[in-house]
């Protein structure tokens, strides 16, 4: 099972990224998708998730600014982030998961300039 995010890198205030994250050696469809993050000397936490069948949720201080979404076509799932501030500098992972199964890919860095 492999989990490969893209789409990271340096962006000013009120700017805007695209995560995405491939998977491969899992039936992607029937996987609940989520993307985490880890600033430094900060736990990982949650950001936003998306259920098989499309059902998304959002951490309160990203709702509105991101979105997540998925294209079981292409076994990708995506954060659009917007409006982004200095404080969702973080690496941000995707996680894949379904009852007794979680995976985690290898992360990518979101720094966010002031």
């Known amino acids: 099972v492999q989990l490969v995010e893209s789409g990271g890198g340096l962006v000013q205030a009120g700017g805007s990224l695209r995560l995405s994250c491939t998977a491969s050696g899992i039936i992607f469809s029937i996987y609940h998708m989520g993307w985490y993050r880890q600033a430094p000397g900060n736990q990982r936490e949650f950001v936003a998730a998306?259920?098989?069948?499309?059902?998304?949720n959002y951490q309160g201080s990203v709702k509105g600014r991101f979105t997540i979404s998925r294209d079981n076509a292409k076994n990708t799932v995506y954060l659009q982030m917007n409006s982004l501030q200095p404080e969702d500098t973080a690496v941000y992972y995707c996680?894949?998961?379904?009852?007794?199964?979680?995976?985690w890919g290898q992360g990518t860095q979101v720094t966010v300039s002031s």
């Open positions: 998306i259920t098989s069948a499309g059902i998304t």
């Open positions: 996680n894949a998961n379904k009852i007794g199964q979680s995976y």
